[in-house]
Nanobody, 119 residues
Framework: QVQLVESGGGLVQAGGSLRLSCAAS????????MGWYRQAPGKQRELVAG?????TYADSVKGRFTISRDNAKNTVALQMNSLKPEDTAVYYC???????????????WGQGTQVTVSS
């Protein structure tokens, strides 16, 4: 059973910083893309940042957020700087995982962590 466990959310004032971390555990053969999504109340879940070899960012976070990955530890992190009230959302870790060399890629999600930015 593969699990993604997030940590690092919380309450911060506008202009502040937070760092989110996510660790994948369980029977893992390989991980392809890892990333972060967010969902604000009443809105659809959206991609914030993703990383495989290269990284990609939503336009709204470019220059403020940085995604990083440690392949040896199966972890991914999101450094969020210059936070804005509109960044308030539940942030979800996401990964494409193979549990065996012959298995298909499976998409896994973490449980989500709340990020609240006050003005």
């Amino acid at each position: 059973q593969v699990q993604l466990v997030e940590s690092g959310g919380g309450l911060v004032q506008a202009g502040g910083s937070l760092r989110l971390s996510c660790a994948a555990s369980g029977s893992i053969f390989s991980i392809n893309v890892m990333g972060w999504y967010r969902q604000a109340p009443g809105k659809q879940r959206e991609l914030v940042a993703g990383i495989s070899g290269a990284s990609t960012y939503a336009d709204s976070v470019k220059g403020r957020f940085t995604i990083s990955r440690d392949n040896a530890k199966n972890t991914v992190a999101l450094q969020m700087n210059s936070l804005k009230p509109e960044d308030t959302a539940v942030y979800y870790c996401n990964a494409q995982i193979k549990v065996k060399s012959w298995s298909s890629w499976e998409t896994k999600w973490g449980q989500g962590t709340q990020v609240t930015v006050s003005s």
